[in-house]
């Protein structure tokens, strides 16, 4: 029987894993998965949400009183962890290195979360939506081009998607269809 449908790429594969890390958020900014990979093998995975205990801005129904995000306020300090740290702090936590790994998220990472990977030896980041601007764009740019870590953005295609979600809607592993194993 043909397959009806490609495989996803590598990179749709690793990206589409944190789209579903994203999932998870618990923080009501808007939601961010990550997942670190090496040799095609994943290592970590992280969303974003406040510290490991603490009470998730989703369950309280508030980041801080009357902010809608963790990063809304000038003076208080963030309570979410990003999806990239969280990731990284799960390795630690269970001793996996990740020296010359990569990392997939659905952001670009904000400039802490870039000098975090590239601290942990990450060396390339996969992204779907862009984020830095301004100044931020230029201290990227700078890590960039003294060779600390490159940059892409990646997308899934449309036939990609349309099959994951054929997937998550529908019993995956059914015989009678078209869906070869
Ligand atoms: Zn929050
Ligand atoms: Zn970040």
Same mark, same amino acid.
Not at 94 to 98: A, E, F, N, R, W
Not at 136 to 140: Q, T
């Given at each position: 029987m043909p397959f009806e449908q490609p495989r996803p790429t590598w990179d749709e594969y690793f990206l589409m894993l944190a789209k579903l890390a994203a999932? *998870?958020?618990s923080c009501l900014a808007f939601p961010v998965g990550a997942v670190i990979v090496k040799n095609k093998q994943v290592l970590a995975?992280?969303?974003? +949400? #406040?510290p490991t205990g603490a009470a998730h801005c989703t369950d309280q129904g508030y980041c801080y #009183? +009357?902010?809608s995000s963790c990063d809304a306020s000038k003076i208080m300090p963030s309570r979410a962890v990003h999806a990239e740290a969280n990731a990284i702090a799960q390795a630690a936590k269970? +001793?996996?290195?990740?020296d010359g790994s990569s990392i997939y998220v659905t952001l670009e990472p904000c400039l802490s979360c870039l000098k975090l990977i590239i601290s942990a030896g990450i060396k390339e980041v996969f992204y779907e939506t862009s984020f830095n601007s301004g100044e931020?764009?230029?201290? *990227?740019d700078s890590f960039?081009?003294? +060779?600390?870590v490159t940059l892409k953005e990646i997308h899934l295609s449309e036939i990609t998607a349309q099959r994951a979600t054929?997937?998550?809607?529908k019993p995956t592993s059914v015989a009678k269809d078209n869906r070869v194993r």
């Open positions: 999932t *998870r958020s995975t992280g969303y974003n +949400g #406040p #009183p +009357g902010l269970h +001793g996996i290195l990740t931020s764009l230029l201290i *990227r960039v081009k003294d +060779g600390l054929t997937f998550l809607l």
